[in-house]
């Protein structure tokens, strides 16, 4: 009965798939505060561990708990104050206790993943391709804001992506299984190679090892053939970024600048929209 509904009203089936973007948006404005935190106790936690030091008793802090409050009155969030996005226009964008301002950051969050989320419910219709495609948009809008945060993109994520991506494509979903996997390594490689080199000729480090799990990972998902429009889009945008952060906001060159979310903005697209991007590509380099 569902079943049915879903494949005969996609309206419905797109209007779901939006509220559920906003609700996977509220959890991942957790995730991109959290596992950034929960990966420094834990390194942290290592490297006494290395060095003979007793580890600090830590509160237990984790995706779950402790429950979220606001950081400046310590006030429990309910959930009534936690409807994505709803919630942040009903309290005027304040805390409900202390009426101190609350970061617009969230809700655009929030809404931005329920956009995403219903584009790919309208381009993939009712069917597997589209929850894979939702997981990996989830994913990479979670990567995109932790790696604008602290410049990381965690293992935690990239490296189960890869195997997702080879996963899905064991049944042909995006691509065939041979192009997955050979996606995957030259994914790795490319940037590793560029790495490398970049390394060799100035002595600095161009990039970090999560930018080449991150195209690994879309390289699984869409297979090998999409890799250069990709690489080539998400550097167009990259240098155009932040050559207007130097000139027009005075960045500092030595200030690097995050890589992985002009990958993710970019291997998003190509999910999407990947045989257009991959056809104006061929024809530009042919020129026919």
Known sequence: MFISLMQSSPELFITLIVILGLLVGSFLNVVIYRLPIMMEREWTAQCDELNGNESKELA??????PRSRCPHCGHLISALENIPVISYLALGGKCKQCKASISARYPIIEAFTGLLSGIIAWQFGFDWACLGALLLTWSLIGL???????????????LPLVWLGISFNLFAT????????????AGYLSLWLVFHG???VTGKEGMGYGDFKLLAALGAWLGWALLPSIILLSSLVGAVVGISLIVFRRHQRDIPIPFGPYLAAAGWLALVWGTDINN?????????
């Open 60 to 65: 237990t802090f984790t995706l779950s708990k």
């Open 144 to 158: 995109t804001f932790i790696d604008l945060d602290h410049q990381l993109l965690p293992d935690s994520i990239t």
């Open 174 to 185: 995006y691509t065939d299984l041979q192009s997955s996997i050979i996606g995957a390594m």
């Open 198 to 200: 970049f390394k060799l």
């Open 280 to 288: 104006a590509y061929l024809g530009w380099v042919t020129g026919s």
